[in-house]
Each structure stands twice: as C-alpha cells, then as structure tokens.
C-alpha cells in the first residue's frame, strides 16, 4: 500500500495530510531531507519510478523540484 506525506506537531489534533500529492497513483515519500524550513524528498510511485520533490509543509508549497510536473507521481 502507498502512503501520502504528513505533518506533525506531535499530538493527534497537529497532525494532517500536507496535500494528495498523486491522487491517481499514491506514492511512497523516501529520503527526507530538512533544510532550513523545507523538506527535501523522492517520491517513488507503484512503477518505481523516483522522482524530486520539495515541501514547505503546506499544499501549495510542494512541488517537484526539478520544476516540471513530475508525471510519474501524478
């Protein structure tokens, strides 16, 4: 089974989806990386296929981070 990316503050009422990055597909986020107040991470779809992505914990700011829509995950 896939998973999605989350946040957390700790408790239970902190904790939420950032945003369903593939909706079609799922994926499973690998090597998370914190740099200053974004997260850095791959995110690997049902195919295999591993691709860039960056968060700032908010929908609107995760993006794949080579600039481009990452089909593969969408």
Do not use: I
């Not at 998973?3 to 408790?11: A, F, H, I, K």
């Not at 998370?32 to 049902?46: E, H, M, V, W, Y």
């Not at 929908?59 to 080579?66: D, F, K, N, Y």
């Amino acid at each position: 089974r896939l998973r999605e990316l989350y946040r957390s503050d700790g408790t239970t009422a902190g904790t939420f989806r950032v945003a369903d990055l593939s909706p079609k597909n799922g994926f499973v986020p690998l090597n998370l990386t914190a740099f200053g107040s974004r997260l850095f991470f791959n995110a690997s779809n049902a195919g295999g296929v591993v691709e860039p992505w960056l968060t700032d914990g908010t929908a609107a700011g995760s993006r794949c981070s080579t600039g481009e829509d990452c089909p593969a995950v969408r």
